[in-house]
């Protein structure tokens, strides 16, 4: 397949696995596309011919870059010690052990490649051990130590990789010229990475002083670094480029926090355009391994020397081993802190199991185990490749596997799964993890939500339109009423689950109901006083009795649309043509229905009082937001459907305009009294405010297009 139709295919399939993680939530996006592109490969016959320069260059800089450019700067600085020790010393223990221990194990497979299948499955997914460790409840200083060790641990892990790649292909291996490179390539590596990101900083810097600040310019520019910098250290330096692109990440986001001041937008454009690079890379890695996996295994399965279950043992032995070092490590780090200081927790083997089980591997691996060469230096062909490339593709898809299997038992809840190739508003998941609905014993106010805080907001802005609501702008302010209630609405039903949706949802079919009827009475009365014609009354009440079944439908379907759904939408549309070519004056049927639309629109809201007024009704029962959502949705009725609408569209427009700047300033404040009170983080205080911005830039956009028309 041509290489533009290939890139085109794979973009397709990672927009289409994040569309099926939607409706498969217990399984990890990377895990549907390694499914999607097994099943491309099989169906289609489709093949990526990699090649090791390449494909470092393209997928590994940039993704190891965006993770040194993300990690906290805090926990960095105080685990520093921690984190290195075991993005080294662990790494080289599971390479060393590991590879022995598969040696032993599995004999057929030599233990230089032993070493080296060991070191490229020691790097773990950072993005997924970080959404997983929140989501059980680790103790910080383990969550941000396994987090910190996920970053360090690609460019250990690799550079591990290449040695003892080197020895399986080579035949040799000289111990004293072996650690005079890896200090080699390390230390320079290093040095490489921090001075070009201090010299591309520099450039910038002197760029924007010279009035060279567009935004496009420089988010090209910060896209480029990773892979100048990785170019650079390798052909240049013949250093470590992994090495390069991590330093150079932490640093750049060590020094960013001017830019957050001096150009609050360009940031903001650089990490939604990182999202979205490393969305696509991270999801076309695993693609490419779904796509491998049949060229990976069918030497395997037919060939004569393996049996296929015990290759699948095999897997399954492999992921052990490195599982019992993982976990042994972290209980032996615990033991040695407690015994330090008595005053933190004592080891837990569950706490060690679950930071074990969080390890999961991922597209750094992928990358990796694809670059081992066909032949060794000899010409022969390498050993075992094929069940090499076997174990690691099923060690990645088992860690996955048992990451979503096992880790929601050991934690008796559904647990945030996120991997760099899921979804990049993924994150309101973990960022909606940890809080609670009642006062802490510290005495401070509860902590919101995301979606709590903005359901907050959205209050402030719809109390701020009352307040500025006039007889002149009551159209205006209605229409952005019920926009806002829309929001809450929306946001109160994704918040909740189905049994706490359930009672919710029943409540507001109740008082629907009860608005329908009143219309319904009066809408016959009308016709009985002959206040309205027949037909007009007819068409109205034919309305009425659709809503009504579009309330019921939505209220009980679960799943497609049903076949009397479907045929419910074609007696509308012959409704629609018969009423088109109905006698008489069209004008005067379109005034007759608005008239009776303000009738049952107010006497819906009568029928509503009086419901609650009963004696047999318990008014708190209800929700207080569905209650007055629907008041506010037939008092729009009522003002859409006046007749002497003697305000232009124009001045509608700038009533709307003004409301809603009046609307956002209350949400900003409201941003600002949740963040001094407590009640929100500077990260989602940052993402409000975010939000705030859009719809501003928003409005401010609309003015534009309307200036210029």
Not at 274 to 290: C, D, E, K, S, T
Request: aromatic share 8%; proline share 3%.
């Amino acid at each position: 397949m041509p290489i533009i139709e290939l890139v085109i295919l794979l973009a397709c399939l990672v927009l289409l696995s994040n569309v099926l993680s939607h409706y498969l939530v217990a399984i990890p996006v990377s895990l549907i596309q390694v499914g999607l592109g097994l099943g491309v490969a099989l169906l289609l016959n489709v093949q990526v011919k990699l090649q090791t320069d390449w494909f470092m260059l393209v997928f590994i800089a940039p993704m190891l870059y965006n993770d040194g450019r993300e990690f906290p700067k805090q926990e960095l600085w105080e685990l520093r010690g921690a984190i290195f020790a075991n993005a080294i010393v662990l790494v080289f223990i599971t390479t060393i052990l590991g590879g022995f221990l598969i040696h032993v194990l599995i004999p057929t497979i030599p233990l230089a490649v032993g070493i080296a299948l060991a070191a490229i499955l020691s790097p773990t997914d950072p993005i997924a051990v970080q959404s997983i460790s929140e989501g059980v409840k680790l103790p910080k200083e383990i969550l941000h130590l396994v987090s910190g060790e996920s970053l360090i641990n690609d460019a250990s892990g690799l550079i591990g990789f290449k040695y003892a790649l080197a020895a399986a292909v080579t035949g040799t291996f000289v111990l004293g010229e072996a650690v005079g490179d890896f200090f080699y390539i390390s230390l320079v590596g290093l040095a490489v990475g921090l001075a070009l990101i201090t010299i591309i900083q520099l450039i910038r810097d002197v760029l924007r002083r010279e009035g060279i600040n567009d935004i496009v310019f420089n988010v090209v520019l910060q896209i480029l670094t990773p892979f100048a910098i990785y170019f650079i250290a390798e052909e240049w330096f013949h250093a470590s480029g992994v090495v390069a692109v991590v330093a150079a990440g932490v640093l750049s986001h060590l020094q960013n926090s001017h830019e957050s001041e001096d150009a609050p937008e360009l940031r903001l454009v650089t990490e939604r355009v990182w999202n979205v690079v490393v969305y696509l890379l991270n999801g076309i890695v695993f693609l490419i391994l779904g796509i491998e996996l049949p060229a990976a295994t069918q030497a395997t399965i037919k060939g004569a020397h393996t049996n296929t279950f015990h290759a699948v043992f095999d897997v399954l032995i492999v992921w052990g081993i490195l599982l019992l070092i993982r976990v042994a490590w972290t209980y032996a780090y615990m033991l040695f802190n407690w015994l330090r200081h008595h005053k933190k927790a004592k080891p837990s083997l569950r706490i060690a199991a679950l930071s074990g089980l969080s390890g999961v591997r991922g597209a750094i691996t992928m990358a990796g185990v694809f670059t081992i060469p066909t032949v060794v230096a000899s010409g022969k062909a390498f050993p075992e490749r094929a069940l090499v490339l076997f174990i690691a593709a099923g060690v990645i898809i088992v860690s996955l596997v048992a990451a979503a299997a096992i880790l929601p038992l050991m934690a008796a809840k559904s647990l945030p799964f996120v991997t760099r190739g899921s979804s990049p508003d993924e994150d309101d998941a973990v960022l909606a993890e940890g809080t609670d609905d009642g006062d802490d014993s510290s005495g401070q106010l509860p902590q919101l939500t995301y979606k709590q805080a903005r359901i907050y907001i959205l209050q402030l802005a719809i109390q701020n339109i009352e307040e500025h609501r006039r007889p002149a702008n009551q159209r205006a302010a209605y229409d952005l009423i019920l926009d806002q209630q829309f929001q809450i609405r929306r946001l109160e039903v994704a918040s909740q689950t189905a049994d706490e949706l359930a009672p919710m949802l029943t409540d507001e079919l109740e008082l629907r109901l009860v608005a329908l009827n009143g219309e319904r009475a009066a809408v016959r009365e009308m016709i009985a006083n002959k206040q309205t014609s027949k037909l007009a009354g007819q068409v109205y009440l034919r309305r009425v009795d659709r809503r009504e079944q579009r309330f019921l439908q939505a209220t009980h379907r679960q799943g497609l649309p049903t076949l009397r759904s479907l045929r419910l939408l074609l007696t509308r549309a012959m409704q629609g043509i018969r009423l088109w070519l109905a006698p008489g004056d069209s004008e005067e049927l379109r005034v007759a229905l608005l008239d009776i639309q303000r009738e049952a629109s107010k006497a819906a809201i009568k029928a509503l009082s009086q419901y609650l007024k009963q004696a047999n009704v318990d008014e708190q029962q209800f929700d207080r937001q569905a209650l007055y959502h629907l008041i506010v949705h037939y008092r729009n009725r009522i003002e859409n459907a006046k007749n002497d609408h003697t305000l232009s569209r124009d001045d509608y427009e700038q009533q709307l305009h003004g409301l809603r700047i009046k609307s956002l300033g209350a949400e900003r404040a409201g941003v600002q009294h949740l963040l001094e009170s407590g009640q929100i983080s500077l990260r989602t205080a940052a993402k409000l405010r975010q939000f705030i911005n859009y719809s501003e830039n928003l409005l401010m956009l609309n003015d534009i297009e309307a200036d210029e028309d």
